[in-house]
T-cell receptor
């Protein structure tokens, strides 16, 4: 069975500092991996996705993630945090080989705080 | 292009009642998935529909059901509501989730509170 583990339920950084949000996955088949962001009282917005085309994936708002098969990781980074990045971030995995990407398995989420 | 629309945004019910939530996908999208989000359990998959057929189902009791109409709009129903059903219910759509590179687009959810 597939699973996702996000290390750290809360991460706090200063404005302008590096953002690193950790995600490890477990999958018996090549995974499709996603990062979503959720602002208060809103749904999920797709930041970026890994679908085996390239190991370094660039997303919106300056975020990127690197797929490392040997470490089963898909960590999210941003070189310089902005106040507007404060939100909750979710890593998710899906198994297209199971027939559908419509069943996403999410991590527990990481709340990012940005200090001025 | 309008996004995924969920109605209503907020709902208050009492134990034992039933509720129906609605989701209108992005125009042209035929796959609709439903998720439950709670502080304790996080985001959990409920079910997925494609062309009016349930394609996948999560591990939820039979009180949770759904359907999809010919225009791809979807509804989910929860009967005999329990306090633990209080959650944010999210709907997501994609063109066809069986195709590669088809990310899901989420609505803003329906916040259901059970008294």
């Amino acid at each position: 069975a597939q699973s996702v583990t996000q290390l750290g339920s809360h991460v706090s950084v200063s404005e302008g500092a590096l953002v690193l949000l950790r995600c490890n996955y477990s999958s018996s088949v090549p995974p499709y991996l996603f990062w979503y962001v959720q602002y208060p009282n809103q749904g999920l917005q797709l930041l970026l996705k890994y679908t085996s085309a390239a190991t370094l994936v660039k997303g919106i708002n300056g975020f990127e993630a690197e797929f490392k098969k040997s470490e089963t990781s898909f960590h999210l980074t941003k070189p310089s945090a902005h106040m507007s990045d404060a939100a909750e971030y979710f890593c998710a995995v899906s198994d297209l080989w199971g027939g559908s990407q419509g069943n996403l398995i999410f991590g527990k989420g990481t709340k990012l705080s940005v200090k001025p | 292009k309008a996004g995924v629309t969920q109605t209503p945004r907020y709902l208050i019910k009492t134990r034992g009642q039933q509720v129906t939530l609605s989701c209108s996908p992005i125009s042209g999208h035929r796959s609709v998935s439903w998720y439950q989000q709670t502080p304790g359990q996080g985001l959990q998959f409920l079910f997925e529909y494609f062309s009016e057929t349930q394609r996948n189902k999560g591990n939820f009791p039979g009180r949770f059901s759904g359907r999809q109409f010919s225009n791809s709009r979807s509804e989910m129903n929860v009967s005999t509501l329990e306090l633990g059903d209080s959650a944010l219910y999210l709907c997501a759509s994609s063109f066809d989730s069986s195709l590669p590179n088809q990310p899901q687009h989420f609505g803003d959810g329906t916040r259901l509170s059970i008294l």
